[in-house]
């Protein structure tokens, strides 16, 4: 199998958590509420591909999410991307568990806070940015999108480990 | 430094270089972007829809005989009543198309009714919105009215090949004109989404209230479009008015909150109403005369 095409493959075993998180947010839909994993999705990615790779890996991520709700074009794909850029070239940084423990809720947090914002961008008349409203539910997303990325992180790179075992990719000392 | 670090220079760079050209591309290209991430993702929303029908499906299976006896005793009961409906509608039908002759008055609009299954909800603070299992290979098109019976859901936003995804009434994006119950005069007032407060049931907002209106003493007021517009057909209800109105700041109008008329969290069919000609303003939207109907030329 090529390599090349590694982070393809990644993104489809990657993909039904995506879509489970979705179900899970579908779920508590009465509750007003989005869940969200896509930060976390690319931290064992970034620990083993080739820094392109994980780039493209994380802009399909970011794309995905973006692509069935009403986010402005790229702010979260770029973001995604900007994170993957760091990790891969900090690899040191999501070494072991507990720094990619600290990566995930990091890199998740800061993802969810990009798209919150992008999103209210366009409510800015009706909710402005400083106001308590807006802050009480920005903090609720950026809570359950950290309590999210540490309970799911695990499972989700043992797939992503396991999908990049059979690939061929090679163990995060060998990357570049 | 190690060369990896150094390379992330180059990377970041690029990254820089890209966002400029994102940011200055033609929104058709972000369009077609977003369009083949939702398609790479509509089987998997209508397997999970299917999948959902058919676990509907064993649990009806596990239902015993009289259950299913009794349902169809009432589903047939309820036909009957409804078949006599439809002859009396159908008389009226006659009769007003009749009259609009007479009268030469424009004929209101016709719509082709298109039964889909939800597949996903999707609420945030800034959206509340459905996805369904209908798209543009069905004739869905953006604009149009999704209903429940006779209560409004929301209004089609985006459509896909063969998916839809549908703004609901509390959705900040939605926006419509509404008669109240009870006021007499028929004066019209402005339904809209707004941002939602997580952890609470969303809600709209009715706008521009005249001052001296009181609901129905006892009732709780009805909230239903009114037909102008041409999206949605007339004397639909959208929901019913909270108690608590408001008066604004300027003291001439009032606001109220609009509780929808389904649960829209919960709903797991609709109906999208498709105009059987383009509505004016899709007609507006089109370029020169192309895929107006000979009547509209």
């Known amino acids: 199998m090529s390599l090349s095409w590694a982070w393809l493959f990644l993104l489809l075993a990657t993909f039904p958590w995506l879509l489970g998180v979705d179900l899970l947010s579908d779920s508590v839909a009465t509750s007003g509420v989005c869940l969200f994993i896509s930060g976390a999705a690319i931290i064992a990615p970034c620990r083993r591909l080739r820094r392109w790779q994980a780039v493209l890996f994380s802009g399909c991520v970011g794309f995905l999410f973006e692509s069935l709700r009403p986010i402005p074009d790229g702010s979260l794909a770029l973001l995604l991307v900007l994170a993957a850029i760091y990790l891969t070239s900090h690899r040191d940084e999501i070494r072991d568990m507990p720094k990619m423990f600290w990566a995930a809720v990091l890199v998740n947090g800061l993802a969810c806070t990009t798209w919150f914002i992008a999103a209210g961008l366009a409510h800015l008349k009706e909710v402005p940015l400083l106001s308590m409203h807006f802050l009480g539910q920005w903090l609720l997303h950026l809570l359950l999108a950290t309590i999210l990325a540490v309970l799911l992180l695990v499972p989700l790179a043992l797939v992503q480990n396991f999908a990049m075992d059979k690939i061929g990719v090679p163990q995060p000392d060998e990357a570049a | ?297």
């Open chain 2, 1 to 297: 430094m190690d060369n990896n670090r150094q390379g992330a220079k180059a990377s970041y760079v690029a990254l820089v270089f890209f966002t400029g050209l994102w940011l200055i591309l033609p929104s058709a290209v972000r369009r077609f972007n977003r369009e083949a991430f939702a398609e790479f993702q509509a089987p998997a929303l209508h397997l999970v829809g299917k999948g959902r029908d058919l676990a509907r499906y064993w649990e009806l299976q596990s239902r015993s005989p009289e259950e299913l006896v009794a349902a169809a005793r009432d589903l047939a009961r309820i036909n009957a009543a409804l078949e006599l409906k439809i002859h009396s509608l159908d008389d009226a039908r006659k009769e007003n198309t009749r009259l609009r002759e007479m009268l030469r008055y424009p004929q209101s609009t016709e719509f082709v009714t298109v039964v889909a299954r939800v597949s996903v909800r999707e609420t945030s603070s800034w959206w509340q919105r459905i996805i369904i299992r209908k798209g543009r290979s069905d004739g869905v098109r953006p604009g149009c009215p999704v209903v429940f019976g006779d209560r409004v859901i929301g209004r089609v936003s985006v459509v896909h090949l063969t998916t839809s995804e549908v703004d609901l009434v509390t959705s900040p994006g939605f926006r419509c004109t509404a008669f109240l119950e009870g006021d007499d005069q028929s004066r019209i007032v402005h339904v809209s989404g707004r941002a939602g407060l997580a952890l609470s049931a969303p809600r709209a907002m009715v706008s521009i209230i005249p001052l001296d209106y009181n609901p129905p003493a006892g009732q709780i007021a009805k909230v239903m479009t009114t037909g102008l517009g041409g999206v949605f057909p007339s004397g639909l209800t959208l929901g019913t008015l909270e108690a608590g109105v408001q008066t604004t700041s300027e003291k001439h109008m009032q606001t109220g909150a609009l509780t929808p008329a389904k649960e829209l969290s919960f709903i797991q069919e609709v109906s999208v109403l498709i105009p059987k000609y383009p509505t004016a303003g899709e007609i507006l939207l089109t370029p020169a005369d192309a895929g107006k109907p000979e009547e509209f030329r």
